[in-house]
């Protein structure tokens, strides 16, 4: 049972660009969040999907957009990327009808901002 | 409002247990108690969590007291692959998760 995953590992880009982050959730989980973790620091929510829907978000810009597939996938999105947007992304995915569910993440997918 | 308190970093000696404390004075009564550690730019690992009982796995164990402000995490015997930063999360089924800073535990030979 292949867990959470992460394309890309690793991304690059420049300041003002836009990049696409994707995520497949673990086998039969339906809920996707997404987490920004910033170099020495905990990881820091962005926001959740749920049956295609943003469920609930965290104090993250408009800049930051994702959506949620019919087959429970999901993408992040950034805009106008900065300097300060260079971090490891986390995606973690969770069955949100099982009370005290955990939530599992992946590896990650480090972007670097020049 | 930080809503877990811990230790910022712990040392143990490999083959011991280790026991990381945490305060979440705060917690609400529907919240669980749970434990991630982060391995150096991996991506965070579920160790255990709890509600009110205290829990055991393969892993770790967990006791939770009677009040439910604080927990401890225990490793029993622990060794070089248990060094990691150690996070106490409270939360809701389905709700974001707040990090803080975690413990970090470094476990020497």
């Not at chain 1, 992040?76 to 969770?94: E, K, M, T």
């Not at chain 2, 011991?16 to 609400?28: D, E, F, G, W």
């Not at chain 2, 509600?51 to 164990?61: C, F, G, H, Q």
């Not at chain 2, 015997?77 to 809701?92: E, F, G, K, S, W």
Request: aromatic fraction near 10%.
């Amino acid at each position: 049972d292949a867990g959470v995953t992460q394309s890309p590992t690793h991304l690059i880009k420049t300041r003002g660009q836009q990049v696409t982050l994707r995520c497949s959730p673990k086998s039969g989980h339906d809920t996707v969040s997404w987490y920004q973790q910033a170099l020495g620091q905990g990881p820091q929510f962005i926001f959740q999907y749920y049956e295609e829907e943003e469920r609930q978000r965290g104090n993250f810009p408009d800049r930051f957009s994702g959506h949620q597939f019919p087959n429970y996938s999901s993408e992040l999105n950034v805009n106008a990327l900065l300097l300060g947007d260079s971090a490891l992304y986390l995606c973690a995915s969770s069955l949100l009808d099982r009370d005290g569910y955990e939530q599992y993440f992946g590896p990650g997918t480090r972007l670097t901002v020049t | 409002d930080a809503k877990t308190t811990q230790p910022t970093s712990m040392d143990c000696a490999e083959g011991r247990a280790a026991n990381l404390p945490c305060n979440h004075s705060t917690i609400s009564g529907n919240e669980y108690v749970y434990w991630y550690r982060q391995i150096h730019s991996q991506g965070p690992q579920y160790i255990i969590h709890g509600l009110k009982n205290n829990e055991t796995n393969e892993m770790a164990s967990l006791i939770i007291t009677e009040d439910r402000k604080s927990s401890t995490l225990i490793l029993p015997h622990a060794t070089l692959r248990d060094t990691a930063v150690y996070y106490c999360i409270p939360a809701n089924t389905g709700n974001q998760f707040y990090f803080g800073t975690g413990t970090s535990l470094t476990v020497i030979p």
